[in-house]
């Protein structure tokens, strides 16, 4: 099974300020068609999952773009360019190339 | 507009099965697979299996293989996930998802005697 790795587990932030995630894979990500099937979700206190962005890098609909994914292979970033106060909750990556594994996800709090 | 709405909160003794649904609306329910993902309470998101309703194929993860059985019935739209032999860690709210786009609210389930 592929195991994802988040680090930090934690994470506090000023208002306005950047903040970085990442997340590894055990093993490569990149499925036979040359796809990456890594996707980073938001889920807010008391609400279901909202995906963010998804194959690394793309935003889904209606998402900021204060909000990127980069990496490829097994190493992966989610970046925040500047903390809103709505960005708090929890940030799980998820590997879609071999069934789905999540991270152990990543509470975002404001200082 | 998309929609996936879950049945209610269940309340089983430790032993039972649980079956939740989840009904599609706003897209062609055999176009897309249907996930389901349990979520312990303070905890964070663990895949539980899969179904392909075209077909009715399923993959399961290797924890709840044996105790698991995802189903669906194209004739109205909607996805089950049984769950069997529930035991007081299977205390969750279990969600479904299309592709991970699309998710349910969310039921929540306590084995409890």
């Known amino acids: 099974d592929v195991v994802m790795t988040q680090s930090p587990l934690s994470l506090t932030v000023s208002l306005g300020q950047p903040a970085s995630i990442s997340c590894r894979s055990s093993?490569?990500?990149?499925?036979?068609?040359?796809?990456?099937?890594l996707n980073w979700f938001q889920q807010r206190p008391g609400q279901s999952p909202r995906r963010l962005i998804y194959k690394v890098s793309n935003r889904d609909s209606g998402v900021p773009d204060r909000f990127s994914g980069s990496g490829s292979g097994t190493d992966f970033t989610l970046k925040i360019s500047r903390v809103e106060a709505e960005d708090v909750g929890v940030y799980y990556c998820?590997?879609?190339?071999?069934?789905?594994?999540f991270g152990q996800g990543t509470k975002v709090e404001i200082k | 507009e998309v929609q996936l709405v879950q049945s209610g909160a269940e309340v089983r003794q430790p032993g039972a099965t649980v079956k939740i649904s989840c009904k599609v609306s706003g897209y062609t329910f055999s176009d897309f697979y249907i996930h389901w993902v349990q979520q312990a309470p303070g905890k964070g998101l663990e895949w539980m299996g899969l179904i392909d309703p075209e077909d009715g194929g399923t993959i399961y993860a290797e924890k709840f293989q044996g105790r698991v059985t995802i189903s669906a019935d194209t004739s109205i739209d909607t996805a089950y996930m049984e769950l069997s032999s529930l035991r007081s860690e299977d205390t969750a709210v279990y969600y479904c998802?299309?592709?991970?786009?699309?998710w349910g609210q969310g039921t929540q389930v306590t084995a409890s005697s």
């Open positions: 998802s299309t592709g991970g786009l699309w």
């Open positions: 998820m590997q879609g190339t071999h069934s789905w594994t």
């Open positions: 093993q490569s990500l990149v499925y036979s068609d040359g796809n990456t099937f």
